[in-house]
């Protein structure tokens, strides 16, 4: 059986959950709505998202209304003008003058322009509509950020509460042996190097229990600052549950869908577009851009002047087609144009060294997950084994073969070995979450299978 998304760690036997019990989904939903840094991201998406409007824009037409009113004082005066009117003749060396004082005026005008053809506008759009690719594309990545944070945070908390756990009991089986070597000694049976070796080994449980200690503490604090939740009583695996792993897929079909979904590669491949139309937008302003226009408007002025009352108006109605050439920029488009061929080879690097680094991440997590399910069914066996030696010792310490000192090595190498097996499970579950989100195919899914091969105990 193939080991995919949906059937990760279905191979693990379920058992019921107390309805209290936090399971990771639900700490990836309090993290959604909690975390800072997330929420910064889904802004930001909510942002890039009106590029998309904002590039078809572009293309429509553009209506602009102006309005105006006010007061003016004006004085004109020609000279030499030509005259010409029937029943009076042609006039020249003719003299205009006018006067307003303290008039008023008013304008109104609607322009209306649409664009048909105009290559740097059609390169911008389609950089503002790939601008809402990359907003989405920036979400995903967010999100897959935050699926490992918070199953980071989740593990980390578990972890470090199960070395607490064997500390305690490393601690009472330390106590058990300084009584023992104690009552011993008071009998005259052992050396008092027992009893001083046994309260040695305490000593230093006692001083580890306080780092173990305050290791969690910090670990519960970051997972609530993360999901404002309590990690007081966080799902984990019952401690005599059996993992069983599926055979993982080849390593050529996870680097192969990682080359076509990772999220990081789409956003340089979409950078590298961009770019493209960049060098474009500047080829263009040497191409003519077409317009159809339009205008409507009116100006209109009137009041008492040095001749009297006056009044003028003046309306206007225009339709036609603009064309509008450039005939010199003072060098600055070449200049604009080797820039931005430059920064699209640079756009190129970037996307090729994205791929390697995508690649590398893959084969890393893919190896990890291998590994970790080896070690898994290592640590099995090993659990095994050493608590064949803990019951051998408890046997020979009945039959005065074996010290307490022995014994108290057997039961710590034992606990060690089921700390280790837990730890290793854990890994293997965040391995596999790292593995889904460096072939860009992490989602609520892959979480969920995690969440699921966790039991409460």
Do not use: C
């Not at 089986?173 to 070597?181: D, I, P, S, T």
């Not at 305490?202 to 780092?211: C, G, K, R, S, V």
Request: no cysteine.
């Amino acid at each position: 059986m193939k080991l995919t998304l949906p059937t990760l760690f279905v191979v693990l036997a379920m058992a019921g959950q107390p309805a209290q019990a936090l399971d990771l989904m639900d700490a990836l939903r309090a993290a959604e709505r909690h975390d800072p840094e997330f929420a910064v991201a889904q802004a930001q998406a909510d942002a890039g998202r009106t590029r998309g409007r904002q590039g078809k824009a572009l293309s429509a037409p553009q209506v602009n209304a102006t309005l105006g009113a006010g007061y003016l004082d004006q004085q004109t005066q020609t000279r030499g003008a030509a005259f010409s009117a029937p029943g009076f003749g042609n006039s020249t060396g003719v003299g205009f003058d006018t006067s307003l004082n303290g008039g008023s005026s008013a304008r109104w005008a609607i322009n209306a322009r649409q664009p048909l053809y105009d290559l740097e506008l059609s390169a911008n759009a389609r950089q503002l509509e790939r601008g809402a690719t990359v907003a989405e594309v920036q979400y995903a990545i967010a999100r897959q950020e935050l699926f490992m944070r918070v199953a980071q945070a989740y593990f980390d908390v578990l972890l470090a509460d199960d070395a607490v756990a064997l500390v305690m009991r490393q601690k009472a089986a330390a106590q058990r042996a300084l009584e023992e070597a104690t009552e011993r000694f008071d009998a005259g049976d052992t050396p008092v190097t027992d009893m001083r070796e046994a309260q040695a080994r305490l000593d230093a449980i006692l001083a580890q229990e306080l780092a173990t200690q305050s290791d969690l503490e910090l670990k519960r604090a970051a997972f609530t600052d993360l999901t404002q939740l309590q990690a007081g009583n966080l799902d984990r695996f019952a401690s005599a549950r059996t993992l069983s792993v599926a055979e993982l897929e080849p390593l050529e079909n996870w680097l192969s869908r990682a080359a076509e979904r990772s999220p990081v590669i789409t956003l340089l491949s979409l950078g590298a577009e961009n770019a493209k139309d960049e060098i474009e937008k500047y080829k263009a302003l040497t191409s003519p851009k077409v317009d159809i226009v339009a205008q409507i408007g009116m100006d209109r002025t009137r009041g008492s002047g040095d001749f009297g009352y006056a009044q003028t108006a003046m309306s206007n109605r225009v339709v036609g087609i603009q064309v509008s050439i450039p005939l010199f920029t003072g060098g600055m488009r070449d200049a604009k144009r080797d820039e931005a061929s430059a920064l699209a080879e640079r756009a190129q690097a970037d996307l090729a060294r994205t791929r390697q680094i995508v690649e590398r991440q893959t084969r890393t997590a893919w190896t990890a997950v291998r590994v970790g399910a080896a070690q898994v069914r290592a640590f099995e066996q090993a659990l095994v084994s050493a608590k064949s030696r803990m019951d051998a010792t408890e046997l020979g310490v009945e039959a005065g073969g074996r010290t307490t000192l022995n014994l108290l090595d057997a039961q710590t190498a034992y606990h060690t070995v089921e700390f280790n097996w837990t730890r290793t499970r854990y890994e293997l579950l965040l391995g596999r979450i790292r593995l889904a989100v460096a072939a860009g195919e992490a989602g609520e899914q892959t979480i969920q299978s995690a969440a699921s091969a966790l039991l409460t105990q």
